[in-house]
């Protein structure tokens, strides 16, 4: 399995940012796909996930960034859609996957997750 994130960057305070995270050799029956991030010096947080329980699958997000960020599913990628960014989200963000579904409780569990990216960088400034 092979993890690839894209998309980072700088940006305005406000503005948008979408990352991709480039997925291979990753076709499980069940899946649970997710974001984290994290700042130097500080645990990796838990963003969102999404995930294909009972077919239709389910997300969760942190309360920190519901309803401005949205984590979505490709054949071949997963997206993390970043709107009305702020400077707190500024951190190295990284794509991780589990050959099982999530719930909620698996944001603060990064070790559910046993595949995970290199991270991309997203720096908001004020």
């Known amino acids: 399995v092979q993890l690839v994130e894209s998309g980072g960057g700088s940006v305005q305070a406000g503005g948008s940012l979408r990352l991709s995270c480039r997925i291979s050799e990753f076709s499980p029956s069940k899946w649970c796909l997710a974001w984290f991030r994290q700042v130097p010096g500080k645990k990796r947080e838990g963003v969102g996930f999404v995930d294909n329980f009972r077919g239709t699958g389910t997300s969760a997000y942190a309360d920190s960034v519901r309803g401005r960020f949205t984590v979505s599913r490709g054949e071949n990628n997963c997206w993390l859609q970043m709107n009305r960014l702020k400077p707190e989200d500024t951190a190295m963000y990284y794509c991780?996957?589990?050959?099982?579904?999530?719930?909620?409780?698996?944001?603060?569990?990064?070790?559910?997750?046993?595949?995970w990216g290199q991270g991309t960088q997203v720096t908001v400034f004020p």
């Open positions: 991780a996957a589990a050959n099982e579904v999530c719930t909620s409780y698996y944001l603060r569990r990064e070790d559910y997750f046993p595949y």
